[in-house]
């Protein structure tokens, strides 16, 4: 057996160090070193303890859960980048497979979010990258238009357009299905050209327009916060004076007592 530690609370796993070194050359490598000698613990305080415990149930199991919704797609994420940082080539096809069924039977494609975290940690020839770039390509060529968050990134991460263009090349359309600009007239284009610009404009001018309403909204929550003020320390006045009124009438009944 042996002992894990996981993340900054060191949760402790004690896993069976022969099917671990079995399933992963990282681990035959930190067990078993070059000189012959064992290790019996070994820390991973970079590891989050939800995916690690994903990890362990896949270990004696070779299962990964099946997602029921999007938010469950975040752990098997995690879960794929230690297969690929432990060299676990089995627990790499199984974490893809389910991700790639979930979109399939949910007739969904990759988020934004989940596709630049996968690019974030993870390296050009990432199997993920792939599968994720896939589904991206052919959401954007069949889709109609190009989603604004999605043409804003493509213009950051030049990488993630190159791959979706690469993607796209290996499709190999027959050439009479693909249009050819040079065989047409231009007049659309043109129109095209111009309409985008009109476009651009009229968002221009409603941007200024949120802005000036944004402002004047500031005004008055400001403005009703100044009056707001007032009126409470109109209150604490008054209160403050019946306080003093019945602090001086108590005195006199006490002196006509005495």
């Known amino acids: 057996m042996v002992d894990i530690y996981v993340g900054q609370e060191n949760t402790h796993w004690i896993l069976h160090e022969k099917l671990l070194c079995h399933r992963s050359r990282f681990f035959r490598n930190i067990f078993y070193n070059k000189e012959g000698s064992k290790n ?45 940082k432990w060299e676990m080539k089995r627990l790499v096809v199984d974490v893809l497979d389910t991700v790639r069924a979930w979109y399939h039977d949910t007739d969904t494609w990759p988020g934004l979010r989940r596709v630049q975290y996968v690019y ?20 954007l060529v069949l889709g109609e238009g190009m989603p604004a968050h999605w043409e804003k990134a493509l213009r950051r991460n030049g990488q993630l357009a190159v791959d979706i263009i ?9 050439p009479e299905n693909v249009p050819d600009a040079r065989e047409e007239s231009v007049v659309p284009i043109v129109e095209e050209a111009e309409n985008k610009v009109e476009i651009k404009r009229e968002q221009e001018e409603n941007g200024d327009g949120d802005e000036e309403e944004g402002e004047e909204e500031e005004e008055e ?16 006045g008054e209160a ?9 009438e108590g005195a006199e009944q006490e002196e006509e007592e005495s």
């Open 40 to 84: 019996h613990a070994f820390g991973l305080p970079d590891e989050d303890d939800a995916p690690f415990q994903l990890f362990v149930g896949w270990l004696y199991s070779t299962a990964v859960p099946t997602p029921r919704e999007e938010k469950d797609l975040a752990p098997l994420f995690d879960l794929y980048l230690m297969g690929e």
């Open 120 to 139: 974030a940690n993870t390296a050009a020839e990432s199997a993920m990258r792939q599968l994720l770039v896939s589904c991206v390509a052919r959401m």
């Open 166 to 174: 690469l993607c796209v090349q290996k499709w190999h359309f027959e």
């Open 221 to 236: 929550v400001q403005q009703d916060g100044e009056e707001g003020g007032q009126e409470e320390e109109k209150e604490e």
């Open 240 to 248: 403050q004076q019946e306080d003093g009124e019945e602090e001086h």
